[in-house]
């Protein structure tokens, strides 16, 4: 393999320590949207341009990666930058929740919970969660430094208004030390309650946007609602078809074009340590597995 | 007997002092002062250019004086220097002892957020969190504004101009300010439209004792919604007094010029 | 006795800018006095400055100088010189105008344009309506009217709810400005009658009235305006 030579990991080591120390700032700050210079990747915005250069940061030799793109580690796009990573730092990498120290997310979290000293480095496309309802950058950050938050419970209202509860899915907005509100990136709510206490660090970066956030190891993450509203976790009513699993989030796959559907973990991982395990639901096809890369 | 009305109140609630704006070399407004009691409600007439608009900004701590300070005598009592407030303290002013009515309503609301939370939001902003009560309250505003309570769900968007304005006052009044600054209210209102909304206003005013700074070019609006009245002209305060006094016998020549220029009903 | 209203060489003129500056004199050395109970009438032909009199004891027109003195919460103010503010308590709570015409606020209906300014003074507004619609009726406004609001009234009709709404209150000086006028005879004996009895509770009273039967049955006192004409 004739590649050009790059420096471990892709980005230079200046970028790098700058990244590093948007991310320690992040950290000291939690939920706080940390500008940083972000840089052209050799993958288009919206690809994970921000995760990418955050997990470049704190990639060292000894760690093992996992990459997911919703739930799952053989879509293409988790495909190519674990492969982009095992390319440019020479890194190992599995599918593995359990042994990856990074894992870098794409709209999910894993279904296993996370053990100290894991890294969770998540994609997002927006970081701010007020945008919707107040489009001036200017204002939204004076928000966030005055802590106004009334215009995220409009948002809840108009939903409850509008559809009875609150519709809002993924993004659900989530208030960190109880200071900032923050986006969670699109990961469905299902999993807002897996990033409080939680014991890994968890790191999000936005590329195009230029915003690096965090919320270090334990620290209390709520997610915004109505006394008389409160917040409910959604999944669809049905185990998982193939390992049974009542309890993890799951994709509606349509199987033909008669109203065949089937419901399976969107956690690939998970799902498989459990047929592994000799837990089966209502299909036994065994799904693809990738090959392990060398 | 005297107790009763808050007019009778003898503590000021705004005081402005030697307020100036330059624009470069233009003085948009010129040494004005006066005091402003609780529950008083005066206009600031004047023609276009006149600074009227300018002193509300002033007012209101839009805008920073060239010269000269207002106060404002918080919940707790004291009399604080606006210029002197916090950012955090000062928007924490605006959103709960303060309203701001906007001649284009589009200004103040949100135009494609529901008439409901439009009205709640000042709430939810104060720590509302039940949502429930913040939709009973919104309901019982909308009613008190008179718009039909059927469409508290539907955005302004949907709504006539001056049904926005009216939302545009619930939605202020809300959190039931001592002060409500207002900017032409009844502009670009059709007469008919106009009267209902001043003959709300009125009420709203006298019922809740508000305190209310109105800037109009329109005399008539000055007569039936407040107590005292100033004439402004190239930034400066040329008269003032009690409305129905310099309405009926305006001494200066610009004021009977503006009162003379008034069609006959 | 201490008098409710005291009138001092108070003096007032216009000065007309648009017509180049002309000064128009109204009056000048107006001094007199007016007790509790009394009913003091002006008299004086058309033009002699009646109405500016009451008007600058209502503080409606400026005083350019001489003295205004209200009994107001026990103390005298002088009105001539007193803040916009004082000016208003006292429009509240001591002095009430029945003009000539009712400013009529669009929308309101007649009973609680009657009632208003006992509710503004404290009193309840049940209270404050019964007592409205006991007034109306005496001045024979049809109950079916008192819904609606005055300005889809008749002349007549509108000075009467006019007349309810400046004698319901309790206040301690009245200003009447030809409150008989565009009357009925039967009408006329009740503002006669409502007079009487304002009169009764101490109420100081200062009238224009142009009937003369009218002014004999209710002055006390006749102070003629034409001594304090100012034309020059």
């Known amino acids: 393999m004739n590649a050009p030579t790059y420096n471990f990991a892709y980005l230079d080591e200046q970028t790098k320590r700058m990244i590093r120390r948007a991310i320690l700032k992040a950290i000291a700050i939690p939920g706080y949207q940390v500008p940083f210079a972000s840089r052209e990747m050799p993958m288009p915005y919206g690809w994970g341009t921000g995760g990418v250069q955050v997990t470049a940061a704190i990639l060292g030799p000894d760690d093992v990666l996992k990459v997911i793109d919703q739930g799952s580690d053989d879509t293409t796009n988790a495909i190519s930058i674990r492969k982009f990573f095992g390319k440019t730092a020479g890194v190992a990498t599995t599918t593995s929740t359990t042994d990856a120290t990074v894992i870098q997310t794409r709209h999910r979290i894993p279904e296993a919970s996370l053990h100290a000293g894991q890294v969770l480095v998540y994609q997002v496309p927006i970081p701010e969660p007020l945008r919707f309802l107040e489009p001036r950058e200017t204002e939204t950050r004076r928000m966030h430094a005055l802590a106004e938050y009334g215009l995220m419970h409009v948002k809840l209202y108009e939903d409850i208004a509008r559809f009875g509860h609150i519709a809002t899915a993924y993004a659900y907005p989530v208030k960190v030390n109880a200071r900032y509100v923050m986006d969670p990136s699109p990961t469905p709510k299902f999993d807002n309650p897996k990033m409080d206490n939680c014991a890994a660090l968890q790191l999000f970066g936005a590329g195009r946007e230029k915003r690096i956030y965090a919320i270090p190891p334990y620290t209390t993450v709520v997610s915004l609602d109505f006394e008389d509203h409160p917040f409910t976790r959604y999944r669809f009513n049905a185990p998982c078809a193939l390992c049974g699993a009542d309890d993890s989030y799951l994709d509606e796959i349509v199987t033909d074009d008669k109203g065949g559907r089937m419901f399976v973990c969107s956690d690939t991982d998970f799902c498989e340590q459990r047929q592994a395990a000799g837990h089966h639901g209502t299909e036994s096809a065994a799904p693809h597995k990738e090959k392990a890369h060398v | 007997m005297s107790e009763l009305s808050s007019l009778d109140n003898d503590q000021p609630l705004l005081v402005a002092e030697g307020l100036a704006k330059n624009y470069g070399r233009l003085a948009a407004c010129r040494d004005v002062s006066f005091a402003l009691y609780p529950g008083e409600v005066l206009a600031i007439v004047g023609e276009s250019g006149s600074g009227k608009s300018t002193l509300l900004q002033l007012l209101s701590a839009q805008l920073a004086p060239s010269a000269g300070h207002v106060a404002y005598r918080m919940r707790d009592g004291v009399l604080r220097d606006l210029a002197e407030l916090g950012e955090a303290e000062r928007r924490f002013l605006f959103r709960t002892d303060w309203g701001f009515v906007h001649q284009d309503p589009a200004q103040g609301l949100r135009m494609g957020v529901s008439a409901g939370a439009n009205v709640g939001e000042r709430l939810m902003a104060v720590g509302w969190n039940h949502y429930g009560r913040i939709r009973d309250t919104a309901s019982t505003w909308l009613e008190r504004v008179e718009i039909d309570v059927g469409r508290i769900d539907d955005a302004p968007k949907t709504y006539s101009g001056g049904m926005r304005q009216r939302l545009q006052i619930a939605r202020n009044l809300v959190t039931e300010p001592r002060l409500v600054f207002m900017d032409e209210p009844t502009g670009g209102l059709d007469v008919s439209v106009q009267a209902r909304l001043l003959d709300l206003m009125r009420n709203l005013v006298s019922e809740l004792g508000l305190a209310a700074i109105v800037v109009t070019h329109d005399l008539a609006v000055a007569r039936l919604l407040s107590h005292r009245v100033m004439v402004m002209k190239g930034g400066r305060v040329i008269e003032t007094g009690l409305t129905d006094q310099v309405l009926d016998d305006p001494r200066e020549p610009y004021t009977q010029l503006l009162v003379s220029s008034i069609l006959p009903p | ?232």
Not at chain 3, 19 to 39: I, K, M, N, T
Not at chain 3, 73 to 84: S, Y
Not at chain 3, 105 to 111: K, L, N, Y
């Open chain 3, 1 to 232: 006795m201490t008098a409710m209203i005291e009138l001092a060489n108070a003096e007032k003129t216009f000065t007309m800018h648009l017509q180049g500056g002309v000064e128009l004199p109204v009056v000048r050395g107006v001094s007199f006095h007016a007790d509790p109970g009394e009913c003091v009438v002006l008299s004086g032909p058309s033009g002699a400055g009646k109405s500016s009199i009451l008007k600058m004891i209502f503080g409606n027109y400026r005083c350019d100088s001489g003295r205004i003195g209200i009994r107001h919460h026990g103390n005298i103010v002088d009105l001539a010189t007193a803040e916009p503010r004082q000016v208003l308590s006292i429009r509240r709570s001591t002095i009430g105008y029945v003009s000539q015409f009712l400013r009529a606020v669009p929308r309101v209906a007649t009973i609680d344009v009657v009632a208003e300014p006992l509710i503004v003074n404290g009193v309840a507004r049940e209270e404050a309506r019964e007592r409205a619609g006991g007034l109306l009726r005496r001045l024979n406004i049809p109950e079916r009217l008192w819904t609606l609001p005055p300005s889809t009234f008749s002349g007549g009709e509108q000075q009467r709810v006019n007349i309810a709404r400046g004698f319901i209150s309790d206040l301690p000086i009245l200003l009447l400005d030809e409150p008989t006028a565009s009357l009925d005879a039967a009408n006329r004996a009740v503002v006669v009658e409502l007079i009487a009895e304002k009169k009764t509770k101490g109420v100081a009273m200062v009238a224009i009235v142009h009937d003369d039967e009218i002014r004999h049955l209710i002055a006390d006192r006749i102070v003629d305006v034409t001594s304090f004409a100012a034309a020059a």
